[in-house]
């Protein structure tokens, strides 16, 4: 798994802070009480710009706490959702995966089903399609994730240099969202 360091800092300072005031906001909300773990889930969720499975964020948070349960991590993760600084994506390996929301603008996925690669892209030509088929039918759309599969670059090269081929698909973002 590859980890990207957070950039322009400054910038993010901000959000975090603003993204903490919802997440407490939230917890209380839920009559929940703020625990010291559930902060810890949060820092290291808005420090990781990634699609992360439950797994995967329970890993990072272990290198921190080794006492942070799998379960309270699951939680923390759905309290996230709810309170909508995270949300789910599926990459089409069969797992969940949760990336950051609050604030983050709109962006689907194309991901290589050999390694795993996760591109991230925005077309306002597709969104615009997308809108006026939903009108066309009638159809109020809330969210819509767009997922196309197959073979990144890399992937396409090695099959042509040999066929054979029994990786597991691993997933990690490489690109940030580009605009067209
Ligand atoms: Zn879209
Ligand atoms: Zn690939
Ligand atoms: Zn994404």
Not at 63 to 87: F, N, S
Not at 139 to 163: M, Y
Request: aromatic share 6%.
């Amino acid at each position: 798994m590859i980890l990207q360091s957070a950039s322009d800092m400054p910038k993010k300072k901000a959000k975090f802070e603003e993204e903490k005031r919802i997440f407490l906001e939230h917890i209380q909300k839920s009559g929940l009480r703020k625990t010291g773990q559930r902060d810890l889930i949060l820092e290291v969720f808005l420090r990781t710009e990634e699609h992360l499975s439950i797994e995967d964020l329970y890993w990072l948070v272990q290198k921190e706490d080794e006492t942070v349960g799998q379960t309270t991590v699951y939680r923390t993760l759905k309290l996230l959702t709810e309170a909508g600084l995270a949300r789910e994506v599926r990459l089409g390996d069969g797992r969940t995966y949760y990336e950051h929301h609050h604030d983050h603008e709109h962006h689907d996925h194309m991901i290589c089903t050999e390694c795993g690669k996760v591109i991230e892209f925005f077309s306002p030509e597709l969104e615009a399609m997308q809108d006026a088929m939903a009108e066309k039918y009638n159809f109020k759309p809330t969210h819509h994730s767009l997922r196309i599969l197959g073979l990144c670059q890399e992937c396409q090269q090695k099959e042509t240099n040999s066929l054979s081929s029994g990786a597991q698909p691993r997933v990690r973002v490489v690109a940030g969202v580009s605009k067209r």
